[in-house]
Each structure stands twice: as structure tokens, then as C-alpha cells.
């Protein structure tokens, strides 16, 4: 256990509907990450919190998706209007402000129907 | 647009011998970082190599990092069944983001 908590772990729906994805970073972690990975593959970077800001985004991340994280603690990421290819681990990592490691969550696991 | 590449990506060995992963990214990142993932898991940190010579050792695993070459080897040695799982690696964004780019993977398999 990192200490990153991710929920729900598992998240079944039907295309079309908006899912709602929660991360709870290590407490002293001000750098916050959002991951994708599907099967067979590595994780794939979607977007990047430092604090309350969003700094950074991938060009995977597109219109349907939105990430907040308020007051810089927990973050949500959301999915409108899902598509079977969203079916994916979201994987959430947080670190401090140096080189050291990314801590991962979980992750929540996804499926589009 | 920085780029890993691993290799092998599936590899099945016997308990007690020894094999190397390779890690090849293309850009002058120069911070690498080696991850475990077991089936349906999320990932657990190995190890961080922050400068050209680095190596690092924990248990059976040993990492190191050749700058220059832009090549990072995870070397195992007297392989055990525990060590079964998926081991990538990631290079971390020179910019101010650190966001790591990951390989696809190596899958090892260790055979008793």
C-alpha cells in the first residue's frame, strides 16, 4: 500500500454515461498525476496537478474528459458521455517536488458496455 | 517527443538463472525509473536512477543507467518464482511536469 487511495476500484457502465473517478494523494504530495493503461501496455500520462493547478495535459486527454483537484488535495477525474475505448486502469501517482519516484494508486478499472 | 522501448517483452526463464532487461529511451531524459506490476495490480516503485552510472541493487534485481547510451539494464540474478510479474520502465519529462513515459512492458515468467 503506497497510501494513494483510488475509488471505485471497479466501474461498469454503458456507453454514453459520465463516470466519476476519485484519487486521495499521500497527504504531503503536492504533485498529483492521472495515468491511463490498457491492456498489455504501460501507463500512458494524461495530466498533471501541481496543487490546485493544472499544468499540464496530453493531447490523449480530449474534450470528454475533465480533472479537478480543489484546494490541492484530492483529485476527480471525469468522463462524459463513455466510449467502450475508455475502457482502461486509470491509475492515479503523486510525488513531491524533486526526481524521486511516482507513488501509484490502485487504479480504477473501467468498462465500457 | 520522448520515446521508451524495452526489451524483451516476454520472457520465461528458469529458477536460478540469470537475465537482463533493457531499457532504450530516446531523448535526453536521464531520470529513470523501474516498476513491478503484478496481474491486476497497480504498480510498485523499484528503483530511481537519477545520473549517468547510477546503479542500484535490491535483492535479486539490479539496475543501472548509462546516460550516454541512453540504455538502462534491470539485471536479475538466480531467478525465484516471486519475481514473476511485469517490470517496466519509465523515463521521467525534463520539463517542469515530470511526467514519466513508460515501455510496454517486459513479462517474465519464472519457471520452477
Known amino acids: 500500500d503506497t497510501g494513494v487511495s483510488q475509488n471505485p476500484r471497479h466501474k461498469i457502465t454503458k456507453r454514453g454515461q459520465n463516470v466519476t473517478f476519485r484519487c486521495d494523494p499521500i497527504s504531503e504530495h503536492n504533485r498529483l498525476y492521472w495515468y491511463r493503461q490498457t491492456l498489455g501496455q504501460g501507463p500512458e500520462f494524461l495530466t498533471y496537478?501541481?496543487?490546485?493547478?493544472?499544468?499540464?495535459k496530453s493531447r490523449l486527454l480530449s474534450d470528454r474528459f475533465s480533472a479537478e483537484r480543489p484546494k490541492g488535495s484530492f483529485s476527480t477525474l471525469e468522463i462524459q458521455r463513455t466510449e467502450q475505448g475508455d475502457s482502461a486502469m486509470y491509475l492515479c501517482a503523486t510525488g513531491t517536488g524533486g526526481w524521486e519516484t511516482q507513488y501509484f494508486g490502485p487504479g480504477t478499472r473501467l468498462l465500457v458496455l | 517527443e520522448l520515446k521508451v522501448e524495452q526489451n524483451p517483452l516476454f520472457l520465461s526463464m528458469q529458477e536460478g538463472k540469470n537475465y537482463t532487461i533493457y531499457c532504450n529511451y530516446s531523448t535526453t531524459s536521464d531520470r529513470l525509473y523501474w516498476y513491478r506490476q503484478d496481474p491486476g495490480k497497480s504498480l510498485e516503485s523499484l528503483f530511481v536512477?537519477?545520473?549517468?552510472?547510477a546503479v542500484k541493487q535490491e535483492g535479486r534485481l539490479m539496475a543501472s543507467l548509462d546516460t550516454k547510451a541512453r540504455l538502462s539494464t534491470l539485471h536479475i540474478t538466480a531467478a525465484v518464482h516471486d519475481l514473476s510479474a511485469t517490470y517496466f520502465c519509465?523515463?521521467?519529462?525534463?520539463?517542469?511536469?515530470?511526467?514519466?513515459?513508460f515501455g510496454s512492458g517486459t513479462q517474465l515468467t519464472v519457471l520452477p
Open positions: 496537478f501541481q496543487n490546485e493547478a493544472q499544468l499540464e
Open positions: 536512477l537519477l545520473s549517468n552510472g
Open positions: 519509465a523515463a521521467a519529462d525534463s520539463g517542469s511536469a515530470r511526467q514519466l513515459t
